[in-house]
């Protein structure tokens, strides 16, 4: 029982050290700590099929590198429906800020993702729009051309010709503000633009800017008496998305002018302004500020179907109540253009999405909005019926965009695997096996074994259901070189980790007791083979004659410790039973004596004390007696 006990407490102490309300880490990724998620389902037979892929981070500018240890937290990361950690790239990135993280179907025939890695803190690494294959490995690296700045977190839009790429550029310029009254005054401007760049190669194949194409006077970020600034100047529209249609034409979103604008692909020029607060180019009934993430849903000719996320505020002010999903239908070709809005999906806490965010049609037509701020996540019907909604349970992290999409990861890495063996005595020895593969999501289960050597071959001692992240196995008796299979639904061999050494404690201080001075591991073939676990490709070998079954023994020494123990006892109950016999006998013998004499004896007689004697002598008082 002190060994069961004492298993109960090891396992108790690894789970309370290894989980926490917020974040949980694993023992086979011991440097990573994962987010974990608050989920409510309201309807779990109507979402979507697929993963979130999300890039939580703690601040939106890059952290300064730290000498001191810092676990793994921020970066690109994909979940279960569950929440369940499916991939963390959060080692491989270093643990920097990864924006943009999604599935692209355009690059050959397998799924991609693309993600933007964050220029570093002191801006000597620019930044990277990156492709990872199914395999999580490096398939394309491309930079931002030099004189076009560091790489912008907004965008990287891997378009559908899977060749060329969308992303969003800063570039400062100083300007006069004759245009605002001030012909005497200059001030350094950011010129929201974007640009259109080879995956392979980085060349600029188109590009725009926003000076000279959008007045000072659109935007709602500055004013006339607003005061010039140096570098890198008046933020005064902040591109934060870019989509391209069929046509060559781009649509882009412009949050400091409360404006969607679609640019010519030809020459530039604005074809068409949606203005959410006055009126652009449209008769339209409804307002919109602040927006993000505006994208093509449909777009033949005049006619486009758009979605976007309607902050309807930033950090200073509020233009309506709630933030929400609008997917909206824009007519160019009537007069006069129309806009209207098809769908809206409320925040369902009713709250403000001040900064970042974004939405996305799924397959089914489902609608998956990130409201970013704690990781906020919902996925939407079509019809605006909430299905679901998540959260981290952290409030310190944020995710600027969410999206959900099927994937099929086939890491290149082996899974991982780690052991460690328990017990007080030889025969309650058990080992404690602990695998994960990070990005594998095609594991249904674990086959988990062990050897008598690292040339012996290899036992199969147990198997488990995938049903996590990790899972943990229990195998009886001290096992030493194990390792575990990945396997899936067809019962395929996925991988297999690499061959690993039992890690064990310090027996003389671990409360150890058993008949030997420390435990020696045990040949697996003893235990397993010929029950049905041992694959059937391996090659059993004969037990040595010489081989030792320290478990038996330390039975053996058990029943001899009972035995001994019982004899003791039956001896001192033996000695006892005498010795209350004669006690008898004396009793009995004066009992006899007093009888004979006619000697009576008074068990008891009460005598009273002067407690009683006061009591009698004092009378009630009349108040005391009602």
Known sequence: MFGLGLLILCLHNVAASYTNDDLRSFMTLPDVRALKFHITYKDRSRVAPGYWFVSPYLHIEPDNPTSLYEPY???????????????????????????????????????????????SHDRSEPGYGIILDQKYEIFQKTPLRQDLGVF???????????????????????????????????????????????????????????????????????????????????????INSVDKNDNGDYLISMRF??????????????????????????????IFSKQHDARF???????????????????????????????????????????????RYNRPDNELTRLRGNSQVLPNRNVFVCWSQGGFITEFSFEGEQLMSARFNSSRYSNYRAYKFEFVGRPHAPPNLVSSVVG??????????????????????????????????????????????????????????????????????????????????????????????????????????????????????????????????????????????????????????????LLALVVAIIATCMLIRGWRVQLYQRIPVAEDIFEQAIPLRPEMAG
């Open 152 to 238: 912008d977190i907004h965008e990287f839009n891997v378009l559908k010709n899977g060749n060329s790429a969308l992303v969003t550029v800063y570039l400062s310029e100083e300007i006069g503000l004759e245009e605002l009254g001030r012909p005497t005054e200059k001030t350094w401007l950011e010129l929201g633009g974007f640009a259109e760049i080879d995956l392979k190669t980085a060349e600029v194949i188109y590009s725009w800017r926003s000076y000279n194409q959008i007045p000072l006077k659109e935007t709602v970020h500055y004013d006339q008496a607003s005061p010039v600034e140096g570098l890198p100047g008046w933020d005064y529209v902040h």
């Open 73 to 119: 937290q921020v970066g690109p990361h994909i979940y279960d429906q569950d929440g369940h950690l499916i991939w963390t790239g959060s080692p491989m990135f270093e643990n920097r800020n990864i924006f943009d993280f999604k599935v692209v179907n355009s690059i050959g025939k397998e799924p991609h993702i693309s993600l933007i890695l964050q220029y």
């Open 257 to 286: 002018t409360n404006t969607i604008y679609l640019v010519n692909g030809k020459d530039g020029h604005i074809i068409w302004r949606l203005n959410g607060q006055h009126r652009g180019d449209f008769e339209q009934d409804f």
């Open 424 to 581: 007080t005595d030889e025969s309650n020895l058990v080992t404690n096996m602990w695998v994960s593969w990070n990005g594998a999501t095609e594991v249904a289960s674990w086959r988990f074994y062990a050897r008598a050597s690292e040339f012996d071959p290899p036992i199969m001692v147990g198997l488990a259901s995938k049903t996590d992240f990790e899972i943990m196995f229990t195998a009886k008796g001290y096992l030493d070189w194990v390792s575990a299979e990945a396997v899936d639904l067809q019962g395929q061999v996925l991988g297999t980790s690499k061959i690993h050494r039992t890690k064990h404690p310090v027996w003389r201080t671990s409360g150890w007791k058993g008949h030997a001075a420390q435990p020696r591991p045990i040949d697996p073939m003893t235990i397993f083979a010929g029950s049905g676990h041992t694959p059937a490709n391996s090659t059993l070998s004969a037990v040595h004659p010489a081989a030792v079954d320290d478990a038996l023994e330390a039975q053996f020494h058990k029943a001899a410790s009972i035995l001994t123990s019982t004899y003791k006892t039956i001896r001192s109950v033996g000695i006892l039973v005498v010795l209350i016999a």
């Open 297 to 343: 849903l449909e777009s033949t000719g005049t006619h486009h179907i758009i979605s976007f996320l309607n902050n309807a505020s930033d950090e200073e002010f509020a233009e309506e109540t709630v933030s929400s999903a609008l997917i909206v239908e824009v007519e160019s070709g009537t007069v006069p253009m129309t806009a209207r809005v098809l769908q």
